[in-house]
């Protein structure tokens, strides 16, 4: 069973910072490829913030270009997202997306990545004005 947990959301003023991590776990044998951070405010559609490969590269979103930074740490299957210069607009739901591989075999016994996404529970950030 795979687990998604994001942590680190709350109410902050604006201009404030906040910092988002996001931890997954599972079976033994797998492979993490794309992590991302993604957001729903009320009536609104989920959107993506930003995300990043396995290997760094980065993604996000134009409207937080250059005050948000995503990152991740390899060896302990965890993503970040480090929140500055907060604004009003940035209140919502943040999720965390893994794009999980699990180990299998396939009809000739050999090894390959099944892949799936899977998504957290979801974190409020609140910027009040």
């Known amino acids: 069973q795979v687990q998604v947990v994001e942590s680190g959301g709350g109410l902050v003023q604006s201009g404030g910072s906040l910092r988002l991590s996001c931890a997954a776990s599972?079976?033994?044998?797998?492979?993490?490829?794309?992590m991302g951070w993604y957001r729903q405010a009320p009536g609104k559609q989920r959107e993506l913030v930003a995300s990043?490969?396995?290997?760094?590269?980065?993604d996000y979103a134009d409207s937080v270009q250059g005050r948000f930074a995503i990152s991740r740490d390899n060896d302990l299957n965890m993503v970040f997202l480090q929140m500055s210069s907060l604004r009003p607009e940035d209140t919502a739901v943040y999720y965390c997306?893994?794009?999980?591989?699990?180990?299998?075999?396939?009809?000739?016994?050999?090894?390959?990545?099944?892949?799936?996404?899977?998504w957290g529970q979801g974190t409020q950030v609140t910027v009040s004005s």
């Open positions: 997306k893994v794009a999980w591989g699990e180990l299998e075999m396939d009809y000739d016994a050999r090894p390959y990545y099944k892949r799936k996404d899977y």
């Open positions: 599972g079976s033994k044998f797998f492979s993490i490829d794309d």
């Open positions: 990043i490969t396995k290997d760094g590269s980065t």
